[in-house]
């Protein structure tokens, strides 16, 4: 079984710049090797914000990109979509696998497509049809572009959530409602995720529960810092209540998560897609206290934990309303229970396999 697979995979990128999709973009190549198949990455192009030197890598890409189909004349070729400003782009790498004879599996990636698509011209969405048309397989990161894909073309498509490996969940370590009540963030610490509700809502909820701590785990901008500097000196909380980490490993991390209550998470990231910070954290028992953003409701999979706003006050009340029903540990049961029965290795990984094997010739 033969694979092109053309993703950002991060190779050549400085640590603070892999995100998301690259680690899931990984992910995917992981598993496709570890079922035995041959793959041929070819690393989609970064836009480092000259125009030329974008095209000139692109071009590059391309031909590596042709190349490849041409010397693997039986491979499918998994193409890892972003839509929007670059979807030319992908239009182009479609077709032409289409014109050589290759099956195209397109991933949409992140969770923004259907408000792109709805917000563009007539054109624009001529062209994401079209590739959608022309894929013999479409992946959907969000089951929202399930129903979308089957209303707009009455075609079927592939849930493929991100997902965690199942050695990730262990034993759970029951949370106290009283005493020491612990939250974190943690991921990139920028304004779209708005890292400084999540300060403000822990020192509201510091009013009614005494012990509130927050840890913040992520490399931060300067300059972001500054502002999250000047909410925790606004917050009125205990010097040593908020504690920034900087960047962390993994399991740094989920020694942390093991411990936190809760995961709050106000994210307002246009593209939020399905967090890897938010099914860890699940995995790990903590309780997450989400926007709508990306596929976070359907994720999460229990409205008593969505916030309809970005409003520090809902979010604190949330948990403040969890903790005073008695019902924490509860939820950090059903939470770890939602990702082992959706979110696992054991069960994204070979269906992932099963479908894409079904596409070669």
Known sequence: MEVIFYAPLGHGLEKSRI???????????????????EVCCVEKAVNRGSKLRYALSFARTYASFVAKMLAHPRAVVHIVGF???IIDIELLLVRTAHALGRKVVYEIRNGGMIEVFNSRDDSYRHKQLEIF????????????????IKEKLGRGSFYYPNFIDDAFVRPLVPRKADGEI??????????????????????ILARTCPGVHLDIIGGVDP???????????????APDA????????????????RSAHFFIFPSAEACEGHSNSLTEAMACGAVPVVSRAG????????????????DAEDYAARMAGILQSGQINTLSASVQDRI?????????????????RSMQK
């Open 19 to 37: 995100g998301g999709a690259e680690m899931g973009c990984r992910r995917t190549l992981e598993v496709y090797r570890e079922a035995g198949f």
């Open 83 to 85: 839509y929007d400003k």
């Open 133 to 148: 048309r022309l894929a013999d397989g479409i992946l959907c990161q969000g089951e929202c572009f399930v129903d979308f």
């Open 182 to 203: 612990r939250l974190v963030y943690f991921g990139r610490v920028v304004p779209s995720k708005n890292t400084d509700v999540a300060i403000r809502a822990a020192s």
């Open 223 to 237: 300059d972001y810092r500054l502002v999250l500097d000047r909410a925790v000196a606004a917050s009125g909380l």
């Open 242 to 257: 908020v504690r920034f980490h900087g960047r962390q490993s993994l399991g740094y991390i989920v020694e942390i998560l």
């Open 295 to 310: 596929f976070n409701a359907s994720i999460v999979g229990d409205s008593r934990l969505v916030v309809d706003s970005f």
């Open 340 to 356: 082992i029965s959706h979110y696992t290795r054991s069960l994204v990984a070979p269906r992932l396999t099963t479908y894409v």
